[in-house]
């Protein structure tokens, strides 16, 4: 069967016809994969795209990297699940500890939607206090105490938050914009008695890329200090992208809980929470925060994560995916945003073009952009063999397989595209 006739099957099956809303923003239908290989996808229709999307984040090696491909087969021959601990967990901790400045224990969990639940209620049962401040169109998985005013499929599709979240929890959700100090600092103040935690993507990757100003991030800090809240950074985009040790160790701030995801399974499902000790030990079975899993700390994302970390621990990962990403982002400056305008926010290996705009800074800053123009230019990449997000509220991202043959036949298409573009 080809792609359409797929599709139009698994619309009898599940509800938009994917498993996860913004697959279903491909248009005129999603496409199939059949298989993938470094920065290609081939699809089942035998069209092969250059990947930008890298299944959202987590690929940073690219499809199939041949040292993650080894372990996990070896994995493989010694069994996949064992509701034990295994000697894997240990090492992929150490790796992260010694790389993550604000981390001395972690718990495992499956997505970074688990790892954000996890986080709040840890938050939560550390401060015995109940409220959140999160920042306007940052997203941290479909997570009941954080889907208000989120990013991503949520900002795509236009909804607010979610339907099935009673109002008695959302009202202890407080969402300012992103990058304003003094509104974060008024409301953190009004709220004092009763805030647990401030929650923050310290480089929002879910509303295009929107980079942090200034002190921002080291402001949050100091608030969070000032209330007597916990500062969590969400990093289950950043940690790992942005180099070892995530956006913490790029703008030196420190917070007191850190959640991850994507890059350290390695493309297998995973998620984590890791803090300070004193913090951590509250989760049980130390403490009375509950978090549990069947699948926590799977064996086979375990050994996936430490091959691709240990992988991003040689040079050639960093300096290929962001000179890759440094070189598409000009060729959509000199082609793009030269003809209709915007702006490109850009970091390492993850960016984003906002046409029509001259400044991204918050949410509101990206909802003036022309979302329907990034929607035309991910239809008219798609027919010439390059894969981008279907979303504005979205990033692309590069991988060490983005080599310069693979940006070269990209800057083409981008140049041919820019001929065709309708404003
Ligand atoms: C910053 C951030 N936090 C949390 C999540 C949730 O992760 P997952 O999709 O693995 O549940 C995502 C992505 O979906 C994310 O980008
Ligand atoms: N933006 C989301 C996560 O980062 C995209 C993943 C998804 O919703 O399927």
Same mark, same amino acid.
């Given at each position: 069967m080809n792609s359409k006739e797929l599709f139009e099957k698994a619309k009898e099956l599940f509800p938009g016809g994917v498993n996860s809303p913004i697959r279903a923003a491909v248009k005129p239908y999603p496409f199939y994969v059949k298989k993938a290989e470094g920065a290609i996808l081939t699809t089942v229709d035998g069209d092969e795209l250059i990947d930008y999307v890298l299944a959202y984040g987590p690929l940073i090696l690219g499809h199939q990297h041949p040292r993650v491909k080894e372990a996990v087969e070896e994995q493989l021959e010694l069994g996949w699940l064992y509701g034990t601990p295994y000697e894997a967990e240990i090492k992929l901790a150490e790796k992260i500890i010694s790389h993550f400045p604000s981390i001395d224990m972690v718990r495992f969990v499956n997505s970074g939607t688990e790892a954000t639940v996890t986080a709040i209620r840890l938050a939560r049962g550390y401060t015995k206090r109940k409220k959140i401040i999160k920042f306007d169109g940052c997203y941290h998985g479909s997570n009941d105490s954080l889907l208000v005013k989120a990013g991503s499929a949520v900002s795509h599709y236009g909804v607010p938050g979610s339907a099935g979240i009673p109002e008695e929890l959302s009202r202890l959700t407080l969402v300012v914009p992103f990058n304003d100090v003094e509104t974060t600092e008024k409301v953190a103040k009004e709220n004092q008695d009763d805030l647990a935690a401030i929650i923050v993507e310290p480089v929002m990757g879910n509303a295009g890329v929107i980079l942090p100003k200034d002190n921002f991030l080291k402001e949050l800090r100091r608030i969070a200090d000032d209330v007597g809240a916990l500062l969590i950074f969400d990093e289950v985009i950043t940690g790992y992208r942005l180099g070892l040790g995530g956006a913490q160790a790029r703008y030196n701030v420190i917070p007191d809980i850190t959640t991850l995801g994507k890059i350290i399974g390695g493309g297998f499902p995973v998620g984590a929470v890791g803090g300070k000790k004193e913090i951590m030990e509250y989760l049980a079975? @130390?403490?009375?925060?509950?978090?549990? /899993?069947?699948?926590n700390a799977h064996p086979v994302t375990m050994i996936a994560g430490l091959a691709t970390i240990s992988e991003l621990e040689r040079d050639y990962v960093y300096e290929t995916a962001n000179s890759a990403a440094h070189a598409v982002v000009k060729a =959509?400056?000199? +082609?793009?945003? @030269? &003809? %209709? /305008?915007? $702006?490109?926010?850009? =970091?390492? @290996?993850?960016?984003?073009? %906002?046409? &029509? $705009? +001259? &400044?991204v800074e918050n949410y509101s800053d990206a909802q003036k952009a022309d979302r329907a123009l990034i929607e035309r230019l991910h239809t008219e990449l798609l027919k010439r063999g390059v894969f981008i997000a279907p979303s504005m509220f979205e990033a692309w991202f590069t991988s060490a397989a983005h080599a310069s043959d693979i940006v070269e036949r990209t800057i083409d298409v981008i140049s041919e595209v820019a001929k065709v573009l309708q404003a």
């Open positions: 079975p @130390s403490g009375p925060v509950f978090n549990a /899993g069947t699948f =959509i400056e000199q +082609e793009l945003v @030269s &003809k %209709f /305008g915007g $702006v490109v926010n850009h =970091i390492a @290996s993850m960016f984003q073009w %906002f046409p &029509k $705009v +001259e &400044k």
